[in-house]
């Protein structure tokens, strides 16, 4: 893809940007270029004019108004491991990277909350925390920055239990396209007060402004914490028994669906002691009597639908034993085909919807012949695809891009989203549209409103 | 207060009204007109120029089109138990009642969700969901409209276990400023498509948009429900109380605090069987084991605070004396003083605040010689003084303003809101500033650029 570069007086802003923030602020590498305009996905790396490293909301805000005195696009930049292209400079202009924004600013322990600068990953935040008896719960897998899993609503395995970034963010530190600096939110748990701008940036993929602090809610360490692994029939069997689970109330941490065509990819790549099922993993966190509580009432009510081979742990190191599987699902889908890419869809549907919508989606993979493992976040109802291709091969792409849309396109048809967890960025504009119609024409009036000049991460939630 | 009336040609704009709903549906009798222009707190009645009442989200289209001919104001109406002005008609105009809009469109007990019109009120939610096994936890006190309650942000006694509107809005209808219909959210439980407009209207208090149609999130039943009062030896000591329970993780379902004026209210208004002390009123469900297992939890973390009395059951009729004490808060306040009307304050502050927050206004009331006993949803760090005052007596409600400033104030300065419940409407203007600084700027962009006339609710959230 080729930019459509608009910044006017490139060079000179670099020299401004480099009085302004200092040399060791700035880079115009050409590595350093193309790795800040390229994600984890298969989307082509579109480089920015200049990466400018800020260190503070005054660096932002510096940035921010040189880049308006050039007409200079801004996109926010963490750790890279989004998966829509929401990083890709499509007009040039400045990638603003976040990463040495990495302070832990204020734990609160009595009121369960936490400010950090928006380069903290989440991993090092629960390395911060680890001595205080709290942890941050979300988990998408990546060890993205805080900022961007904020930026672009985020959530993970464990989201059936503690919510997504929605739920978790108490406030922000947001720089506007004009240079003001606004803190949303507060530290009280709910407030009345005017409107949620906290919810309204929240997901908003820096088409807004930049996030440069931000305020999470922490939870207590769980007394107890146990793992459980069961084998199923048939995939529906599986679905089924999560969607009752979740309609009992039955408070899991974690419910993921491994289905076996990803069974078998892991069997191979991790030599695993299970036989070709659909399988379900399993995590509980309570006080130990409510987590054999919580585990038996699964096992019941999976008897039903043929639940086998149940197996649960509250130790540790089995726990981690257990989950590991689920962690190599990226590298086993690799390995079935070397020198691949992978591409990861983001289906989520009502959850009465999704033995429907997983099992029409199987049909789909296995009539176009694409290599397609399921596995998923099935307590929300949200699952991935891994189609692993070629990206060069322009038949297969073709091939895959069909199926990708009549997915987004089931999805919504069954009342759910195009995406649950990884948002809109370049690759999914039109499911947008196809999703909330006239809705996104008011999407676009508080874009205008606040962004004007179409200056914040343009190209991305909205075609340029 | 008068209304700056700017309707052009409102007898016109009846014909028209009438024209195109019926006449039974459209109303200018002087008692309605003054019914639609207050709510429940001691804001005077500010009547609109016509109340028309709809029955369909069309209607509201109608109205809202016919409206903006004439340039009048549009206050959406439920039923009025809003508590900071939020219907009184500032400038004139029409009151749009929602009432008749009270039809339960779908229940999707699998999913536990349901589609209501805005009309409905959250008791004839519940009672229609009687034999589902499923019910909508938000109990603000007052039988709200379910529209109304989006529209504010309502909360009350549960949030602390089941969150506030925020988070049990699934979507929303809205009939924009200019006519147009959005629907806004969907049905799977998480999404990263586009901004998070159902939160951006949630709270918006009918300044943005008409709720017409709310999407809720229902829970399946608890197995069993169980109630506890508590007493301690002082208010600081059952705060404390509650501080602990919260940063233990324990899902109490309900914790109210009763300070020891409003229990001597009580005492003497129901003849209550109990010492005159703070107390705590706590709700606790789940299955049977986890139930008892949090009672059993909350008394043992009590006993550092001098817990007493610890009184608690399983059966529900006892359960409903245990809490009939603090459903007779309000008439208990207005028997303190014949004649008398209440404003309730609404602070919310962080947990670890709350302690010195109610001992500091505790302080302040008695010094000012206010009659204010003081209750709270304790466990989101929300509390309410309710004043018994007089409003014709003009030194009084000044003494009763700027007690009710400097508490606004000191919840904000300890990180807290000047409003955790309740909403800005036209009371708390000045806080609001005081609260969010340039971010009600933002909030204004936003106004202005889905309401560029501001023909919405005016005068509400900003000043006219």
New interface residues.
Partial sequence: MLANRRTKDAAGLVEELIEALGAEQVSTNANILERHGRDESYHPSVAPDVVAFARSTEDVVAIVKLAAKHDAPIIPFGVGTSLEGHVAALEGGVSIDLSRMNQVLEV??????VKVQAGVTRKALNAYLRDTGLFFPIDPGADATLGGMAA????GTN??RY??M??NVLGLTVV?ADG?????G????????????T??F???EGT?GIITEVRLRL??V?ETMAAAVALFPTIGDAVNTV?RT????IPVARIELVDEVQMDALIRYAKLDYPKQPALFFEFHG?E??VK?QAEMVAALGEEFGIGGFRWTQKAEERSKLWEARHNVLYSCLALRPGGKALAT?A?????RLADCILETRKDIDEHGLLAPIVGHVG???FHVTVVLDPDDPKEMKTVEAFVERLALR?IAM??????????GYG?IP??QA?????????R??K???DPDNRMNPGK?FAA
């Fill in positions: 609160n322990a009595e009121d369960l909350d672009t609503r985020a959530s989201a059936v919510g997504t929605r739920e506007l003001r600096v606004i803190r949303t507060g530290r009280s748990r709910k407030s009345a007060a005017g409107y949620d701008l919810r309204l929240v997901g908003s807004l939870y207590g769980p969607i979740i309609q009992s109330g006080t009597a409510g509580e983001d989520c549907v009502p959850i009465s929300d109802g949200n999805s009342g759910g989203t195009c995406t649950g967890e990884h948002g809109i999914k499911f947008l999703e909330h119609g006239e809705g996104v024409a008011v999407m009036q508080l205008q409103a606040l939630i």
